[in-house]
């Protein structure tokens, strides 16, 4: 028996109950919220000058939260147009490409791929601009944070379609 006895009862092994707990999780790439997070927060780093001038890109300091109907009307805004459509999946589909270089600790193709994003971003307009700058202000565990994921997951199938 592998485990722990305590006080007569066998507990499990510590590395199977942190397996089971990791595969409970969502990955970040899943996780709608969390990816545009994780765009937000490369795009910031990149827009940066390398030598720690003032910021001349990335979210304003204290963003204001988008509001439900703000992500609707961005969904609208992306579903609505081909184009904008094909933006917000070139933009997933560099995510995942973001990534497998951050894994490879490729920092120059990073900063290429992150450059692209940041382009497609702002080719989607200002609102989505104003979304991704205000999304860190999200609680994703609160009634508002689920009704907004689930507004974005409906882009996320969009892509998965194509």
Wanted: glycine content about 4%; some cysteine.
């Amino acid at each position: 028996m592998a485990g722990l006895m305590v006080a007569g009862i066998i507990a499990p092994p510590a590395e199977s109950h942190m397996m089971r707990h990791h595969q409970e999780r969502p990955s970040i790439i899943e996780n709608p919220i969390m990816k545009l997070k994780l765009v937000l927060a490369i795009s910031a780093l990149i827009a940066m000058p390398a030598f720690a001038q003032p910021q001349q890109g990335g979210p304003p300091p204290n963003a204001p939260k988008p509001t439900l109907a703000q992500v609707q009307k961005v969904v609208q805004i992306i579903t609505g147009d081909k184009v904008k459509t094909q933006q917000f999946c070139d933009i997933e589909k560099l995510e995942l490409q973001i990534a497998e270089a951050e894994q490879k600790q490729d920092t120059k193709r990073v900063e290429e791929l992150n450059k692209q994003a940041d382009d497609l971003v702002d080719k989607i307009g200002p609102e989505y601009v104003a979304l991704m700058d205000g999304l860190s202000e999200i609680d994703e565990n609160s009634s508002e944070g689920k009704q907004i994921t689930a507004a974005l997951d409906s882009l996320d199938n969009l892509c998965a379609t194509k």
